[in-house]
C-alpha cells in the first residue's frame, strides 16, 4: 500500500472510531431536525451522512492494494474492514431511527438512549466495545508504526551519514590531490626557473679560490688586532650587524680580495651577524665571483644576475612565483609544460634586474626575509667603463630598499671610487689591513726551515729584547722584510720560494 494511501486509511479509522464513540455516549444529543440545534447536537440526518461517508472511506477495496510498505499495513486493512462493519451496523440502526415516529423520537435524550429504542442492551454494549478495541487497536498500531519509521529513518541517517562520511573522504582525497597536482606543478615551474638560471661552471670561480689560511683574516671579526685594523674592522662589522645599503672591500691586485670574500660568506660569525640585522626576518645570502678567465657568461652582467638569482630561489623557492608570475610563460595555459624541456624561460638583463628589484620591494611575499648579497671581482666584469658605471649604479639603486643590501670587492679605480668612494664609513682596504695576517702566514710558512745553517755567531745583544735568540732574531727579520715588500698583497708573499 502506498504510504499516504496507509496514513488515508488509518486516518479514516482513527476518526470513525473518535466518532463512533461519541454518538454512543450518554452526553451525545440529537434533534428532529438541525433548526435549532447547538453546537453539541447533530440531526439524525448529519449523523446519518457521516456515517455513510466513513463507510466509503473505510471500502478496502477502493483503496490502493499495492503490495504493503510496512509489516502494519495487513493489521491497518483489517481494522479498516472491521470498522466498515461496524460503521454498516450504525447506519442500520441509525436509519431505524429516521424512520421512528415523530412522537418516539420527542422521548429520546440522548442518541444512546434512542439507539437502545432499537437496538438490544448486549448488543449495543458489544457494539460499542468493539469500536473502542478498533480505537485502541489503531493507538497501538501508530505507536509501533511510528517506532518502527523512528527506527527506520535513524538508520537511513546513519547510512546517509556513513555515505555523506565516504563522500567527504572521496571530496577530501580529490582536493588534496588536485593541490598535491598544482604543487607539483608549480614545483615543477620553479625546478624549470632554477634549470634556466643555472650555467655550466657557474660555481668554478669560486672553488678555485683558496680558503684562507688559518687566522688571515680574524682580524675583521676579533678583537685582537683592534689596534692593526683601526676603525675599518669595526666599520665592516657594524654594516654586517646594523646598517643598510652597501660597503666596498677594495685593495691592490692580489691582496686577498676574493679569498676575503669567500671567507665572508662562508663563515657562521657573518650569518649570525647578518642574522641580527635581519630580525625578526630570516635572512638570504647569494653571492657571485666575477672572473676574467673563465667563460664570457662568467665575467658578464647576465651571469651575475643568474647567479645571484639562483642562490636566492635556491633557498626560498616560495618567492619564485610572485616574482615571476608576470612573465607570459608562467601564466600561460601550457606553463605546466616548464620543466619537461618544451618551455624554457628566456632571460634578458632588464628581466633578471627587474626580479631582484620585486625581491627587493614586493610587500607579497609569502615570506619574511632580507637578503645580503657577496658580489666579488667588479673590476672583471666584461664591460666598458660606461657598462661597469651603469651596472653598479643599477645595483646601488637595488641598496635603497632596507630588505637588500651588497658589499662589494674589487680594485680601486676611478669608476668605483665614483660609485662608492663618497663615504669613507662603507669602506674597507685590504691591502692596508692584512699586515699581520702576512706576517703570521709566512711564519707559518718557514717554521719547519733549518735556520741555525744561517744563524751567524755574534755578541751583539738587543736591548729590546735581550733574551732573544740569534735564530729568533733572524726569523722576525726576514718576515718584516716579507711584510713590507708584499705591501699588503698576499699573492706576493705566495711567489716567495723558500729559502
Not at 463507510?55 to 483503496?63: A, N, T
Not at 616560495?318 to 609544460?337: F, Q
Not at 666579488?376 to 643590501?405: F, N, Q, V
Amino acid at each position: 500500500m502506498e504510504a499516504v494511501a496507509a496514513l488515508g486509511l488509518a486516518s479514516n479509522v482513527f476518526q470513525f472510531t473518535q466518532f463512533a464513540l461519541g454518538l454512543l455516549d450518554t452526553a451525545s444529543t440529537i434533534y428532529q431536525s438541525a433548526t435549532g440545534a447547538g453546537a453539541q447536537a447533530e440531526t439524525l440526518e448529519n449523523v446519518y451522512g457521516r456515517l455513510s461517508q466513513f463507510s466509503r472511506d473505510l471500502d478496502v477495496g477502493s483503496q490502493d492494494s499495492d503490495i504493503p510498505r510496512s509489516r502494519y499495513d495487513g493489521e491497518l486493512v483489517k481494522l479498516a474492514v472491521g470498522c466498515e462493519a461496524k460503521c454498516q451496523e450504525l447506519l442500520q440502526l441509525v436509519g431505524k431511527l429516521k424512520v421512528a415516529p415523530a412522537g418516539k423520537r420527542k422521548a429520546w435524550k440522548s442518541l444512546r438512549a434512542a439507539l437502545l429504542t432499537v437496538c438490544h442492551q448486549d448488543n449495543f454494549r458489544r457494539l460499542e466495545r468493539e469500536i473502542d478495541g478498533y480505537r485502541r487497536t489503531m493507538a497501538l498500531l501508530f505507536s509501533a508504526d511510528i517506532n518502527d519509521k523512528t527506527s527506520a529513518i535513524s538508520f537511513q541517517l546513519e547510512q546517509l551519514q556513513q555515505e555523506t562520511a565516504k563522500s567527504q573522504d572521496i571530496l577530501l582525497d580529490q582536493l588534496n590531490n588536485l593541490q598535491l597536482s598544482l604543487v607539483n606543478a608549480e614545483q615543477m615551474k620553479e625546478q624549470a626557473v632554477l634549470d634556466s638560471l643555472d650555467y655550466q661552471d657557474r660555481q668554478l670561480r669560486e672553488e678555485t679560490i683558496k680558503d684562507a689560511h688559518k687566522a688571515t683574516f680574524e682580524w675583521i671579526y676579533s678583537d685582537t688586532s683592534a689596534q692593526e685594523t683601526g676603525a675599518e674592522r669595526h666599520r665592516f662589522l657594524d654594516w654586517l650587524q646594523n646598517q643598510d645599503g652597501y660597503f666596498w672591500i677594495n685593495g691592490k691586485p692580489g691582496a686577498g680580495k676574493s679569498t676575503l670574500m669567500k671567507f665572508l660568506t662562508a663563515d657562521e660569525r657573518t650569518h649570525t651577524a647578518l642574522k641580527a640585522w635581519a630580525h625578526p626576518s630570516a635572512v638570504v645570502i647569494a653571492s657571485h665571483y666575477f672572473w676574467n678567465s673563465g667563460s664570457e657568461v662568467q665575467r658578464s652582467y647576465d651571469g651575475m644576475l643568474r647567479s645571484l638569482l639562483i642562490d636566492i630561489f635556491s633557498q626560498v623557492p616560495e618567492v619564485i612565483s610572485p616574482v615571476c608570475r608576470k612573465e607570459p610563460w608562467w601564466s600561460n595555459r601550457r606553463a605546466g609544460r616548464l620543466g619537461n624541456g618544451k618551455i624554457t624561460p628566456k632571460w634578458s638583463v632588464s628581466s633578471l634586474t627587474n626580479y631582484l628589484q620585486r625581491l627587493a620591494t614586493l610587500d607579497t611575499l609569502p615570506t619574511d626575509a632580507r637578503f645580503c648579497l657577496f658580489i666579488d671581482g667588479l673590476d672583471e666584469y666584461d664591460g666598458a667603463d660606461k657598462d661597469s658605471l651603469e651596472m653598479c649604479e643599477t645595483l646601488l639603486g637595488l641598496t635603497i630598499s632596507p630588505r637588500l643590501k651588497i658589499c662589494f670587492s674589487s680594485r680601486p679605480s676611478p669608476v668605483f671610487g665614483r660609485c662608492f668612494g663618497a663615504d669613507p664609513s662603507r669602506i674597507l682596504q685590504v691591502h692596508e689591513l692584512t699586515a699581520g695576517a702576512i706576517e703570521r702566514y709566512t711564519r707559518d710558512m718557514i717554521k719547519d726551515l733549518d735556520w741555525d745553517h744561517y744563524v751567524v755567531e755574534d755578541n751583539h745583544v738587543d736591548p729590546l729584547s735581550p733574551d732573544t735568540s740569534p735564530r729568533e732574531r733572524l726569523i722576525q727579520e726576514f718576515v718584516k722584510s716579507v711584510r713590507e715588500q708584499a705591501e699588503g698583497v698576499f699573492l706576493w708573499v705566495l711567489l716567495v720560494p723558500p729559502l
